[in-house]
């Protein structure tokens, strides 16, 4: 990742039609290309201090050194993406950052108050989202520095500079 440690590296959006809204990033916004996930593993899953099972899909796009992440539930298990569209709520769902150290800062975020209301590994890597709602307006996500996450973001942004236009769609290399 170019951004610095510990910036906002992604905006992430809840959407309730994953298609229609690829298409106005693209067509319109000018973001691309996305790498689709579809039924993204995400393991060892906790929703607000029990087990979860959400299925979404997601897309990973980037927009200058921003990564935009676009959210889609598959299934109605508890998350925080189905408590944010139960709300009646869709759009920015969370902003994401990687501090240089996970375990430190999340220990902060507790101690602010912050509930741990998602949390889940991918490819073994943990990532966490903090209740800040009431705080910001939304969710913020905090990855572990680690290969995995750093990989696949290189790959999203890489893909992103000089981009063509074409192939605006592309499988996740997950």
Not at 93 to 99: D, R, S, T
Not at 144 to 150: E, R
């Amino acid at each position: 990742m170019t951004q610095p440690l510990y910036t906002v590296r992604q905006v992430a959006y809840v959407v309730r039609d994953l298609d229609a809204a690829l298409k106005y990033w693209v067509d319109v916004l000018g973001v691309g290309p996305f790498f689709l996930f579809e039924h993204c593993p995400l393991e060892n899953q906790r929703y607000r201090g029990g087990p979860s099972n959400a299925d979404v899909s997601l897309a990973l796009g980037n927009s200058g050194d921003v990564q935009i992440e676009l959210i889609y539930c598959e299934n109605d298990a508890p998350s925080v993406y189905k408590e944010f569209l139960d709300a009646g709520r869709v759009g920015v769902h969370h902003v994401g950052l990687m501090p240089e150290n996970y375990a430190e800062t999340c220990a902060r975020y507790a101690s602010l108050g912050h509930e741990a209301a998602f949390e889940c590994t991918v490819g073994g890597a943990p990532l966490v989202y903090f209740d800040t709602v009431d705080s910001v307006g939304h969710f913020v996500e905090l990855w572990d520095n680690h290969d995995v996450f750093k990989d696949l973001f290189m790959l999203v942004e890489n893909a992103a500079k000089g981009w063509d236009g074409k192939d605006p769609v592309r499988p996740g290399p997950l």
